[in-house]
Structures are given as C-alpha cells and as structure tokens.
C-alpha cells in the first residue's frame, strides 16, 4: 500500500484536474505531462502498453480511496470492462501552481486516445527515440489512424504552449 503522502499527490493530481477524470489511463497519462513539465508530483513512469504508466501512483490511488482522499466510481464500458472516474475528496487549493492547473484542466477533457498518442511520443522522446511520432505510431498503428496522430501531435503543440517551469520539448 502506497503511504499517506502518495495518496495525497495522486488526489491532489485529480482535484487540480478540475475534481474528476474520467479514466485510469488518463489520470496516468496527466500524471506523467505534469511531471515532465515540472509540475508533477514526483511518481516514477515507466513504458506500458498504453504508454507511460506508474505503478506508485496506481498503488497511492487506491490508497488516496481507502483514506477518503479520492472517490472512484467503476462503470461498465461499450467494450464489456470496467471504467474509472476518479473524484477528489479534497478542498481546492487557490496556491496550486498555474502552470499545473493549466496543464491538468486541459488534458482532462481532450479524446482519451489522442492523450495516449501525444504522452506515448512525449515518453519515447524522453527515452531518446530520434522520431517518437514515428515510434508511436509504430507501437499504436491501430489508434494512430485516422488522423488521430496528427490531433495528437497538435495537442502536444497546444501543451507546450503552456508556460511551464520546465518546458515540454519539440517532438
């Protein structure tokens, strides 16, 4: 079990969201562009399946539920699994960095998939691949079409745009 301070990060990351996000996989993939930007909470990610993932912050976000930091609601999905919404149990905190709240408001409703193609080309950059587009699209061809790729590439273009302590590269 993650300890209490985890958990703290991980709710703080929904409520800085706006309160809620829709999804396992974006609560990680916001995770990881506030973290590579310089405004994360400090979990570790590594390559997955669906791109950059942490097991620490799954783990604090149960343990954020457990301590009644973070709701989170399972709901049957089109494609028969269960999906998460996360809810955060805590006070809005008017000292949040603006960069952060900027960054995690605007991913928190843009297309799920496109999200995983733009944090995928961001983590692959980070691992040194010469041309992560590519490489995601490589890794993701069935998400990467129908022009998917190229709204992913203008949302990491719309993100960088965000002034950030640590700004996000060129791809």
């Known amino acids: 079990m ?3 301070n985890e958990a703290q990060r991980a709710a703080e990351i929904v409520r800085d969201a706006g309160g809620h996000i829709v ?5 990680q993939k916001i995770a990881f562009i506030l973290e590579a930007a310089g405004v994360g909470a400090g979990f570790p990610f590594r390559y997955k399946h669906y791109g950059p993932y942490s097991e620490q912050l799954a783990a604090a976000a149960q343990t954020a539920r457990i301590f009644g930091m973070l709701n989170e ?9 269960l999906y998460s919404t996360y809810y ?22 843009v297309d ?3 999200l995983e193609l733009a ?3 961001l983590f692959l950059a980070s691992e040194r691949f010469q041309d992560p587009w590519a ?12 022009g998917r790729l190229q709204r992913a590439r203008q949302l990491y ?6 002034p950030t302590p640590r700004p996000l590269p060129p791809l």
Not at 23 to 27: I, M
Not at 135 to 146: I, M, N, V
Not at 157 to 162: A, E, G, Q, V
């Open 23 to 27: 999804g396992r996989t974006r609560f």
């Open 112 to 114: 799920a998939v496109e």
């Open 119 to 121: 944090a995928t080309a």
């Open 135 to 146: 490489e995601t699209a490589r890794r993701k061809p069935e998400k990467a079409d129908s």
């Open 2 to 4: 993650a300890g209490l």
């Open 73 to 81: 609601q399972e709901t049957p999905a089109t494609w028969g699994g």
């Open 157 to 162: 273009d719309r993100l960088r745009s965000i």
């Open 88 to 109: 955060s149990l805590l006070p809005q905190d008017y000292q949040t960095p603006e960069p952060r709240r900027r960054l995690a408001q605007e991913l928190v409703n």
